[in-house]
């Protein structure tokens, strides 16, 4: 059975850190891409950012410079989004998914995370 787990999140004040992972199982070989998505309260559900197997990676363009994207080294159905300097504008919920849907989530397609809230006061 495949299955995403995540975990990390919480809540930080408006300049602090956070790290979120996801690793997903039940795949029979390393997945293709894996991608992060948040759904902040009142607005779409947008693709954060994503990296793929070969380790090509993509950002939302405000989250530049603030987020990393990584895959575990000895295990790279587990996936990473270190989160720095974070601002109001970043609470949300955040999902994980396998393979990803392009910009906007589309959560009948792929596989997807539970989701791990991200909660960030000024």
């Known amino acids: 059975e495949v299955q995403l787990v995540q975990s990390g999140g919480g809540s930080v004040q408006a300049g602090g850190s956070l790290r979120l992972s996801c690793t997903a199982s039940?795949?029979?070989?390393?997945?293709?891409?894996l991608a992060w998505y948040r759904q902040a309260p009142g607005n779409e559900c947008d693709l954060v950012s994503s990296i793929t197997r070969n380790g090509a990676t993509y950002y939302a363009d405000s989250m530049k410079g603030r987020f990393t994207i990584s895959r575990q080294a000895n295990a790279k159905n587990t996936v990473y989004l270190q989160m720095n300097s974070l601002k109001p504008e970043d609470t949300g919920m955040y999902y994980c998914?396998?393979?990803?849907?392009?910009?906007?989530?589309?959560?009948?397609?792929?596989?997807w995370g539970q989701g791990t809230q991200v909660t960030v006061s000024s």
């Open positions: 998914a396998v393979p990803g849907t392009g910009a906007r989530c589309v959560r009948s397609v792929g596989y």
């Open positions: 039940g795949f029979s070989s390393t997945v293709s891409t």
